[in-house]
């Protein structure tokens, strides 16, 4: 399988690890499959008898053409191991009308585990296959919860190392603790005086610095990033749906309808792919928090970034610019106009789709969005009619998953993506759930004791976890111990 950019008119071809490796194309597209992936109705139902594991190794070689068979068997059976992951990396659990596919039961407690365990084995391959001398040096800006998963997927990745910044006092407590205490012999955290902005400025000066990548590359690395734009995160997210449809046990010719908390357009994204893969997918519901700029871009036609920008209890969906939407835009309106679509919205901040292709774009995907009192409204009324818990990214999913379903009159069973653990949200849950909420590792206490709901280990163990590191710098010295830190031999 070749890949191309979604800017590149020419169509110039890449090789699968130089895409993993790359991250993005020189033309500042992003890279997608130069042709169609399918698997036949036989293909799938081979699956069901398999693993996780082995169905994400032969979903991911379909795309993965460059790697051998075995070596991505092995990998992601280090990546969705029991110890990472218990016993269904994946699960289903029904409440009422709706089916959830909880993906938080990886190290981290939220579904980004399910892309960053496997992502930095795809990483090392392609070094690997690519031939180079180097290794790859990943640089991270975190406001919290991204940090802690690329920490535990690239923590002892062969050809790997990883350093987060992260903004001192701009994290929660527990998150703070869970990248402190990150264990692994590859991996730094680093405290910044300022805010996440000054973090992500100061990652990408260095990734620039020509005063860093020279003796950088002396001591035998070269810089990478672990962003959801690389397709070495993508392809993981298609198995989960894959893998969802086959567990659900749909009667011939049904479909399932799924609904997914939307931010970067990552995850609703790979669920597309695997409808056009063969899934027997039917809608797609794009659910975003008050940060609604994808409802209005669905219903109208019109991206606009132009807007207020809101923080909200889902801060993973607290997102203007979608990046993975270029992705969709590239399927259905070809390199030429993507090309334009991003220079209007870097330009001016705002592009319009045509007609035709809004129309297109609708046929798949129902847009809908949930302010903060629908969240915790659904947070409340989820946990007092069901028993079961769901955080406030969830919550939106399943306020736009019952909007759609009463607007629709669709008969289709309903999936929503469960993205994150709702004790990873402790305070916005208690609130919603009209406790007096705390903080911390209290309120995760306090939350488990009210509801009689079990808070995940990896959680709750922090409380006796040991801090390992405790550098905390200015912006400017930033360079200095990513310099400092490729230097120490491992
Ligand atoms: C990242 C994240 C999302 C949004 O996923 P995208 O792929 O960016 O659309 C939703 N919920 C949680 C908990 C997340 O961490």
């Given at each position: 399988?070749?890949?191309v950019?979604?800017?590149?008119?020419?169509?110039?071809?890449?090789?699968?690890?130089?895409v993993?490796k790359?991250?993005?194309?020189?033309?500042?597209?992003?890279?997608?499959?130069?042709?169609?992936?399918?698997?036949?109705?036989?293909?799938?139902?081979?699956?069901?008898?398999?693993?996780?594991?082995?169905?994400?190794a032969?979903?991911?070689?379909?795309?993965?053409?460059?790697?051998?068979?075995a070596?991505?068997?092995?990998?992601?059976?280090?990546?969705?191991?029991?110890?990472?992951?218990?016993?269904?990396?994946?699960?289903?659990?029904?409440?009422?009308?709706?089916?959830?596919?909880?993906?938080?039961?990886?190290?981290?407690?939220?579904?980004?585990?399910?892309?960053?365990?496997?992502?930095?084995?795809?990483?090392?391959?392609?070094?690997?296959?690519?031939?180079?001398?180097?290794?790859?040096?990943?640089?991270v800006?975190?406001?919290?919860?991204?940090?802690?998963?690329?920490?535990e997927?690239?923590?002892?990745?062969?050809?790997t190392?990883i350093?987060?910044?992260?903004?001192?006092?701009?994290?929660?407590?527990?998150?703070?603790?869970?990248?402190?205490?990150?264990?692994?012999?590859n991996?730094?955290?680093?405290?910044?005086?300022?805010?996440?902005?000054?973090?992500?400025?100061?990652?990408?000066?260095?990734?620039?610095?020509?005063?860093?990548?020279?003796?950088?590359?002396?001591?035998?690395?070269?810089?990478?990033?672990?962003?959801?734009?690389?397709?070495?995160?993508?392809?993981?997210?298609v198995?989960?749906?894959?893998?969802?449809?086959?567990?659900?046990?749909?009667?011939?010719?049904?479909?399932?309808?799924i609904?997914?908390?939307t931010?970067?357009?990552?995850?609703?994204?790979?669920?597309?792919?695997?409808?056009?893969?063969?899934?027997?997918?039917?809608?797609?519901?794009?659910?975003?928090n008050?940060?609604?700029?994808?409802?209005?871009f669905?219903?109208?036609?019109?991206?606009?970034?132009?807007?207020?920008?809101?923080?909200?209890?889902s801060?993973?969906?607290?997102?203007?610019?979608?990046?993975?939407?270029?992705?969709?835009?590239?399927?259905?309106?070809?390199?030429?106009?993507?090309?334009?679509?991003?220079?209007?919205?870097?330009?001016?901040?705002?592009?319009?789709?045509?007609?035709?292709?809004?129309?297109?774009?609708?046929?798949?995907?129902y847009?809908?969005?949930?302010?903060?009192?629908?969240c915790?409204?659904?947070?409340r009324?989820?946990?007092?009619?069901?028993?079961?818990?769901?955080?406030?990214?969830?919550?939106?999913?399943?306020?736009?998953?019952?909007?759609?379903?009463?607007?629709?009159?669709?008969?289709?069973?309903?999936?929503?993506?469960?993205?994150a653990?709702?004790?990873?949200?402790?305070?916005?849950?208690?609130?919603?759930?009209?406790?007096?909420?705390?903080?911390?590792?209290?309120?995760?206490?306090?939350?488990?004791?009210?509801?009689?709901?079990?808070a995940?280990?990896?959680?709750?163990?922090?409380?006796y976890?040991?801090?390992?590191?405790?550098?905390?710098?200015?912006?400017?010295?930033?360079?200095?111990?990513?310099?400092?830190?490729?230097?120490?031999?491992?």
């Open positions: 399988m070749k890949f950019s979604t800017r590149d008119i020419a169509g110039n071809e890449y090789n699968s690890y130089e993993i790359n991250g993005i194309a020189a033309d500042g597209g992003l890279f997608f499959p130069k042709e169609k992936v399918f698997f036949a109705k036989e293909e799938l139902l081979s699956l069901k008898e398999k693993s996780y594991a082995d169905r994400a032969f979903i991911i070689s379909k795309y993965l053409t460059d790697f051998s068979k070596a991505l068997a092995y990998s992601c059976k280090e990546a969705y191991s029991k110890e990472k992951f218990g016993s269904h990396p994946a699960p289903l659990r029904k409440a009422g009308e709706i089916t959830y596919l909880e993906l938080y039961h990886g190290p981290t407690c939220a579904f980004k585990d399910m892309a960053l365990q496997l992502m930095p084995r795809l990483l090392s391959l392609s070094i690997e296959k690519s031939g180079v001398n180097e290794d790859a040096l990943v640089l800006a975190t406001s919290g919860d991204t940090g802690k998963a690329a920490l997927g690239f923590a002892d990745v062969n050809r190392k350093m987060v910044f992260y903004p001192e006092g701009g994290v929660s407590e527990i998150q703070k603790k869970q990248m402190l205490s990150q264990k692994g012999s991996v730094n955290v680093c405290g910044v005086v300022g805010n996440f902005d000054d973090c992500q400025t100061g990652v990408k000066n260095i990734f620039q610095n020509e005063y860093v990548i020279k003796p950088l590359s002396k001591t035998g690395h070269f810089f990478s990033s672990a962003n959801s734009i690389n397709f070495g995160r993508l392809v993981p997210q198995v989960y749906y894959i893998s969802a449809c086959i567990d659900m046990n749909l009667p011939e010719g049904v479909l399932c309808d609904t997914v908390p931010g970067n357009f990552g995850n609703i994204l790979a669920a597309y792919m695997a409808k056009k893969a063969g899934a027997p997918i039917g809608r797609l519901i794009c659910a975003s008050k940060n609604k700029v994808l409802t209005d669905f219903t109208t036609g019109v991206y606009d970034r132009r807007r207020e920008f809101f923080l909200t209890s801060p993973s969906m607290d997102i203007l610019v979608s990046s993975n939407l270029e992705r969709l835009l590239w399927l259905v309106a070809g390199a030429g106009k993507t090309r334009e679509y991003m220079k209007n919205l870097k330009e001016k901040g705002v592009f319009e789709v045509d007609a035709d292709t809004l129309k297109v774009l609708q046929e798949d995907i847009a809908c969005f949930a302010d903060e009192k629908d915790h409204e659904t947070i009324k989820t946990f007092e009619e069901y028993n079961y818990l769901i955080d406030p990214h969830t919550a939106v999913g399943t306020f736009a998953a019952e909007k759609y379903m009463k607007e629709t009159d669709s008969n289709n069973p309903m999936l929503v993506v469960s993205t653990s709702p004790f990873k949200f402790s305070p916005s849950v208690s609130r919603a759930l009209g406790l007096s909420s705390g903080e911390g590792l209290d309120a995760m206490d306090r939350l488990s004791e009210y509801t009689g709901i079990d995940p280990k990896a959680l709750t163990g922090l409380r976890e040991k801090s390992r590191f405790f550098t905390v710098v200015k912006p400017e010295s930033m360079a200095e111990e990513v310099i400092k830190f490729a230097n120490q031999t491992v």
